[in-house]
């Protein structure tokens, strides 16, 4: 059974951050250069990210308990603990601080693009933000990495 819950937190790390580059460099570029509807890009790239942020959530709090079961309160005194924190804090933000600021922005515009509306401003700077944090949860998730492959394989002392 051991076994099973350490491999089950290597998947997901894996998941959690393998998920994030996939999609966010990979995955939703390329569907901003295939598809020909912005629209429609940016609506299936807002689906794959909220997929990705409910994925996120499991991922980072099956890790806080299986870090709490290896280490008990040991947990928070290691760097890694607070990595996860911090990235959990970071989609919590994402998904339900700004994204529905932008979805609101999306229905305000209609039957606009929000892009070709006078809400486009505001629009491109709360999309700024999110792919700053998207880009700093993404570093974290590097370190989260880099910082769970050390041979314990467990919420190590980072």
Request: hydrophobic share 60%; aromatic share 10%.
């Given at each position: 059974?051991?076994?099973?819950?350490?491999?089950?937190?290597?998947?997901?790390?894996?998941?959690?951050?393998?998920?994030?580059?996939?999609?966010?460099?990979?995955?939703?570029?390329?569907?901003?250069?295939?598809?020909?509807?912005?629209?429609?890009?940016?609506?299936?790239?807002?689906?794959?990210?909220a997929g990705m942020?409910?994925?996120?959530?499991?991922?980072?709090?099956?890790?806080?308990?299986?870090?709490?079961?290896?280490s008990g309160k040991?947990?928070?005194?290691?760097?890694?603990?607070?990595?996860?924190?911090?990235?959990?804090?970071?989609?919590?933000?994402?998904?339900?601080?700004?994204?529905?600021?932008?979805?609101?922005?999306?229905?305000?515009?209609?039957?606009?693009?929000?892009?070709?509306?006078?809400?486009?401003?505001?629009?491109?700077?709360?999309?700024?933000?999110?792919?700053?944090?998207?880009?700093?949860?993404?570093?974290?998730?590097?370190?989260?990495?880099?910082?769970?492959?050390?041979?314990?394989?467990?919420?190590?002392?980072?």
């Amino acid at each position: 059974m051991k076994k099973l819950i350490d491999g089950l937190a290597v998947v997901a790390v894996s998941a959690w951050a393998g998920g994030m580059w996939a999609i966010g460099y990979l995955a939703v570029p390329l569907l901003f250069l295939s598809l020909p509807d912005r629209m429609l890009a940016g609506l299936l790239a807002g689906q794959m990210f909220a997929g990705m942020a409910y994925a996120g959530l499991v991922c980072g709090l099956y890790l806080l308990g299986y870090g709490y079961w290896r280490s008990g309160k040991q947990i928070f005194v290691q760097k890694i603990y607070w990595l996860v924190i911090a990235m959990l804090l970071l989609v919590l933000l994402g998904q339900f601080g700004l994204q529905p600021l932008m979805a609101e922005l999306k229905t305000q515009a209609l039957p606009l693009d929000v892009m070709h509306s006078g809400l486009a401003g505001r629009f491109r700077m709360l999309h700024g933000v999110a792919s700053i944090l998207y880009l700093v949860q993404s570093v974290l998730a590097l370190i989260l990495v880099l910082g769970f492959s050390a041979p314990a394989r467990s919420l190590p002392a980072a």
